[in-house]
């Protein structure tokens, strides 16, 4: 039997990182924060530090992942835990910049979501979908692997929100 599947979309800033803390530590279980953030600059380095500083004291055993997703999930979703992935669409674009085939990888963990036993997930990912076509290819190709990830999810996931401004909606539940 699998463990629940929950993805949770919004835009930047939308409050969609703090939605899904709440859910992952409502299911229960060991909570697990694999973090696929690669800080390229100073900014960002600042960001993953008041993320890490946020969560400290409340329990979160934090993995660093930003590449090789399927196989920290493989490692982490185990029997007792709660695995909170943040953020799908960050490490899809890690996939694009270090060049690795983004569609195989998309392949490996639909394939292990459709055989996994058990562990729950929360899985969290930007909507990029809602604004205007991007004017050059690569933000092009983003758009679309971000899209093609987040429906496949959305059918296998259990429940689906959409966070705005602070207010998750249920997609499916």
């Not at 399927?70 to 910049?97: F, H, I, S, Y």
């Amino acid at each position: 039997m699998a463990g629940r599947l929950a993805l949770i979309l919004g835009g930047a800033r939308s409050g969609k990182s703090r939605r899904a803390e709440a859910l992952v530590l409502d299911w229960g279980g060991e909570p697990v924060y694999l973090a696929t953030a690669e800080p390229f600059d100073d900014e960002m380095r600042a960001r993953v530090v008041q993320h890490r500083a946020d969560r400290d004291g409340r329990g979160w055993i934090t993995v660093e992942e930003p590449l090789e997703l399927t196989a920290a999930l493989v490692r982490e979703a185990t029997v007792g835990r709660t695995v909170l992935v943040e953020c799908l669409t960050t490490w899809l674009g890690n996939l694009m910049v270090h060049e690795r085939p983004v569609e195989l990888e998309i392949d490996r963990m639909l394939a292990w979501l459709d055989g996994r036993q058990l562990g729950d997930l929360v899985l969290v990912g930007n909507e990029v979908g809602l604004g205007i076509v991007p004017e050059n290819r690569m933000a092009r190709a983003f758009r679309d692997h971000a899209g093609r990830l987040h429906q496949e999810l959305a059918a296998r996931a259990g429940r689906v929100e959409l966070v705005i401004a602070g207010l998750p909606m249920v997609v499916k539940a």
